[in-house]
């Protein structure tokens, strides 16, 4: 798994390449802690188009993530996710508090 994040528009947009699980879910959380940290954004977008798979160790990365930035008013919003991602993301309930959008674009519109 492979994770970038570019500050843009004051938004940290994390794009994600490969499946998000046990293996990587620790890389991937300290990566968009970090960027987190140094960028003091509050809102954040996921660019999912590159990721064939997430479990739960990366659903919960997100969830907690999802936590941090709601305790300070901001949100996270999700782009481009493939079918079977989004799927997964229905089936865990993580749909019902990140709204995806087609594009960064826009998601950042909605911020």
Same mark, same amino acid.
């Given at each position: 798994?492979?994770?970038?994040?570019?500050?843009?528009?004051?938004?940290?947009?994390?794009? %994600?390449? &490969?499946?998000?699980?046990?293996? &990587? =879910?620790?890389?991937?959380? $300290?990566? %968009?802690?970090?960027?987190?940290?140094?960028?003091?954004?509050?809102?954040?977008?996921?660019?999912?188009?590159?990721?064939?798979?997430?479990?739960?160790?990366?659903?919960?990365?997100?969830? &907690?993530?999802?936590?941090?930035?709601?305790?300070?008013?901001?949100?996270?919003? =999700?782009?481009?996710?493939?079918?079977?991602?989004?799927?997964?993301?229905?089936?865990?309930?993580?749909?019902?508090?990140? $709204?995806?959008?087609?594009?960064?674009?826009? =998601?950042? =519109?909605?911020?």
């Amino acid at each position: 798994m492979k994770t970038t994040t570019v500050l843009k528009q004051g938004v940290l947009i994390v794009q %994600i390449e &490969g499946e998000l699980d046990m293996h &990587g =879910a620790d890389k991937f959380r $300290e990566t %968009i802690d970090t960027a987190l940290d140094a960028c003091g954004a509050k809102n954040m977008i996921l660019d999912l188009q590159d990721v064939s798979f997430i479990d739960s160790s990366g659903l919960g990365v997100i969830l &907690g993530r999802y936590k941090r930035l709601s305790a300070l008013d901001g949100r996270i919003l =999700a782009v481009r996710v493939q079918p079977q991602v989004a799927h997964i993301l229905e089936l865990s309930g993580l749909l019902k508090i990140i $709204e995806v959008y087609p594009s960064q674009t826009d =998601a950042l =519109a909605q911020l």
